[in-house]
């Protein structure tokens, strides 16, 4: 799974374009006049996401942000002025930026932009670009409003964290009537910390990774069939697998992580397919 860089745009940007709008609300002076506040908040969220320290800022702000006067006025102009006014394009930008596709299952065109802090619970953070991350929309309504204070359930933050280049994403070809499916499953690295292992399972689990990988690998599946049985028929079996490694290895390259890359890598090592199996999906 690959992320995108921090966005180079910045909460004094966005309320810059919020700005016609806000006059038209009659809220300009006001929200520029907490315009200090909001930078201090980015240079605090900025800070505590480099160090490893997201969570413990959130949670030690949580369910004091949700009570401040003006968070009717900052999530509105969120709604009304970037996503559905004139700061569109600040809100497309952060969207293109993300060209492997949704941040939280990497499969789906991110058409949306989610709020890693929920902009109810944490609405001083609602105009923050670095608070905002491009998702699909099926992911951005599974995550909802929700904000968990446990640690091993920290969702992963596109820019802040690191997952590596170790493979973490794996999966097994099994016989099935009608052919084959695909069953994805993750296996943290020996090195990684404890609780970042149980935030992989999670994040796995809560976004349901495991069903749409294999969905997605049921269509590559049909569509490899006749590739891999023109080889495994011209060329042999073990030419197949070996073909079938050097993709996965190509895929790799751009993404370890990637559904693809496990299913190439699955399938290279699966007997039953390498010896003619794909002729019966």
């Not at 006025?73 to 969207?95: I, M, S």
């Not at 670095?130 to 904000?147: D, E, I, R, T, Y």
């Not at 609780?195 to 994040?203: D, G, P, T, V, Y």
């Amino acid at each position: 799974m690959r992320w995108p860089q921090k966005p180079t745009i910045t909460v004094e940007d966005v309320l810059r374009v919020c700005t016609p709008w806000l006059e038209k609300q009659g809220w300009d002076e006001a929200m520029h006049g907490r315009l200090p506040e909001l930078v201090g908040q980015q240079r605090r969220y900025r800070t505590a996401g480099e160090e490893g320290g997201l969570l413990t800022l959130l949670v030690s702000e949580f369910g004091g942000q949700c009570k401040d006067e003006d968070k009717d006025r900052l999530t509105a102009t969120y709604a009304k002025a970037l996503v559905g006014g004139g700061g569109r394009k600040l809100y497309d930008a952060l969207k293109a930026a993300a060209i492997y596709g949704c941040t939280i299952c990497g499969v789906a065109k991110p058409e949306t932009i989610d709020h890693h802090a929920p902009k109810d619970v944490f609405p001083l953070l609602a105009l923050t670009p670095l608070n905002l991350v491009p998702a699909c929309g099926p992911c951005n309504q599974g995550k909802s409003k929700s904000f968990s204070t446990d640690p091993a359930k920290e969702p992963f933050h596109p820019y802040f964290d690191d997952l590596g280049t170790d493979r973490w994403l794996f999966a097994e070809i099994r016989r099935a009537d009608g052919g084959a499916v695909a069953e994805f499953s993750v296996r943290p690295p020996a090195a990684w910390p404890e609780i970042k292992a149980q935030r992989l399972a999670h994040h796995f689990t809560r976004n349901k990774l495991a069903p749409k990988y294999q969905y997605e690998s049921s269509r590559r599946l049909a569509t490899r069939r006749r590739k891999d049985t023109n080889t495994h028929e011209n060329k042999g079996p073990e030419s197949l697998r070996a073909a079938l490694t050097e993709d996965a290895d190509s895929c790799a390259v751009v993404d370890p992580n990637d559904w693809e890359t496990a299913l190439l890598y699955a399938l290279a090592d699966c007997d039953w397919y390498i010896n003619g199996g794909m002729k019966d999906i």
